[in-house]
């Protein structure tokens, strides 16, 4: 069984600050781990993803993800945030061509 | 760019009548996928498949059933639908994750569906 938890559903935070969102998986074999983020009223687009290597994966939007095998997290980190950061981001984890999302973060930052 | 493309974009049900949503991928891949987003549950995988003729079920199948007569498209089908089904639709498309597949999925626009 594989599952993603974002334990987070919503973080406000101001323009210019440091944002983290946490994201916890849980699998049996090496994770292949991704972002995925849905602006207000859109569909979903690809932000980054964690294969194999550097634990810490850069991505579009200025976005990178730190991989930590041993509290099997990924955490999307950015700084500074800006106001168009606002959307709901979305941790993945696929396995044997099944992606499975966290329940999703709601981002809101405030300018 | 991958092209999803989702129909319909709306669509409005009573219960018991059978709906069909339609996917159509343009860029070959291998694997698609239909997901629901709800309030409070993100999205959850209902049916999946890895090539034509294929198909498998995800995590809440119940209710629904999917079809892939091609490699371009990806039904899902409410054969009696009920206003729990009422929710929004996002089709995807992607291949395995290989030396030069990245794995991402690209997602369609979403068909949002009210069953009455």
């Known amino acids: 069984a594989q599952s993603v938890d974002q334990p987070d559903a919503h973080v406000t935070l101001s323009e210019g600050a440091s944002l983290e969102l946490r994201c916890s998986y849980s699998?049996?074999?090496?994770?292949?781990l991704f972002w995925y983020v849905q602006y207000p009223g859109q569909s979903l687009q690809f932000l980054l993803k964690?294969?194999?290597?550097?634990?810490v994966v850069k991505g579009t939007k200025g976005f990178e993800a730190e991989f930590r095998k041993s509290n099997s997290s990924f955490n999307l980190k950015k700084s500074p945030a800006h106001w168009s950061d606002s959307a709901k981001y979305f941790c993945?984890?696929?396995?044997?061509?099944?992606?499975?999302f966290g329940k999703g973060t709601k981002l809101s930052v405030k300018s | 760019e991958a092209a999803v493309t989702q129909s319909p974009r709306n669509k409005v049900a009573v219960t018991g009548g059978k709906v069909t949503l339609s996917c159509n991928q343009t860029?070959?891949?291998?694997?698609m996928y239909w997901y629901r987003q709800d309030t409070g549950h993100g999205l959850r995988l209902i049916h999946y498949?890895?090539?034509?003729?294929?198909?498998e079920k995800g995590d809440i199948p119940d209710g629904y059933k999917a079809s892939r007569p091609s490699q371009e498209n990806f039904s899902l089908i409410l054969e009696l639908a009920t206003p729990s089904q009422t929710s929004v639709y996002f089709c995807?498309?992607?291949?395995?994750?290989?030396?030069?597949?990245?794995?991402?999925?690209?997602f369609g626009e979403g068909s949002k569906l009210t069953v009455l």
């Open positions: 993945a984890l696929e396995g044997r061509a099944k992606l499975t």
């Open positions: 964690y294969i194999t290597g550097d634990t």
């Open positions: 995807a498309s992607g291949d395995a994750i290989t030396g030069e597949n990245t794995g991402q999925l690209y």
């Open positions: 860029n070959n891949h291998n694997n």
């Open positions: 498949s890895y090539g034509a003729g294929s198909t």
């Open positions: 699998y049996s074999a090496a994770p292949y």
